[in-house]
């Protein structure tokens, strides 16, 4: 075997290999996805596509180069046996159509494993990316769902108190609830109109200080005009000292 299908038929092993390791059922595909997530993958990464597309070309002008001299060797194979020629040429030649036949075999499967190979990495990635998609959206279904469960407990107690249900006990702890929440939001206003004046306070100062800069550009405009034309004047001072 030359070198070049001993190094097709390394890599169609070394194909088989990674596919059976990658179809294995007890790694998730979260643990695939933060495997590719590693340095030297991402490296890899920026490279991958020119790699796959060259490994694509070589195979198939292999397969092509397979297939011409399995044609060649099989017309050969049949002129010969219809020749009635000598043992040892026959047997050379059906050595050869097995040579051809062979290297068809390691090309074609070799280009078919690469491209299952590039689906498989392919589909391993967008399932570990809805997997985690998925297991963050139940999170937040079941935030939702405890939450709303906490306001509906919390909504029965209010239209109870409302409601007058229980006994006297239960009216004064609404009335003291009730005395809170006006408090509270009675505090919430004062703090909300304090922010308020505070927001238009830092507003006219902002407005202010962009007064103040705008003044400042038109007297540095001012300041520049005025130096280009002592400049001036200094040059043509010195252009008439030199004459």
Not at 99 to 128: D, E, K, P
Not at 201 to 219: D, F, H, I, M, Y
Request: aromatic letters at 10%; hydrophobic letters at 45%; one cysteine or more.
């Amino acid at each position: 075997m030359t070198f070049q299908w001993t190094a097709v038929a390394a890599f169609l092993y070394g194909e088989i290999g990674v596919i059976l390791v990658l179809c294995v059922p007890f790694i998730s595909p979260l643990r695939w996805q933060k495997i590719f997530m590693f340095p030297l993958w991402s490296k890899m990464a920026v490279f991958w596509n020119k790699m796959f597309l060259t490994i694509i070309v070589l195979l198939i002008v292999l397969f092509l180069d397979a297939i011409r001299e399995v044609r060649k060797y099989s017309s050969v194979h049949v002129n010969e046996k219809a020749a009635h020629v000598n043992s040892s040429a026959f047997d050379h030649i059906q050595m050869k159509l097995f040579r051809s036949q062979r290297n068809l075999y390691l090309s074609g499967f070799s280009l078919f494993l690469w491209l299952v190979l590039r689906r498989t990495v392919t589909l391993l990635t967008q399932l570990a990316k809805e997997m985690a998609s998925h297991a963050a959206l139940e999170t937040q279904v079941n935030d939702a769902t405890e939450a709303a469960k906490k306001y509906m407990a919390e909504n029965e107690k209010l239209q109870e108190a409302l409601g007058g249900k229980g006994d006297g006990k239960k009216k004064e702890s609404t009335d003291t609830t009730e005395e809170k929440l006006k408090e509270e939001v009675e505090h919430l206003k004062a703090e909300l109109q304090k922010t308020s004046i505070a927001f238009h306070r830092a507003k006219t100062e902002a407005a202010a200080v962009k007064k103040q800069s705008e003044g400042l550009r038109r007297e540095y405009d001012h300041l520049m005009k005025q130096f280009e034309q002592l400049q001036q004047s200094l040059n043509k001072a010195e252009d008439k000292k030199d004459l």
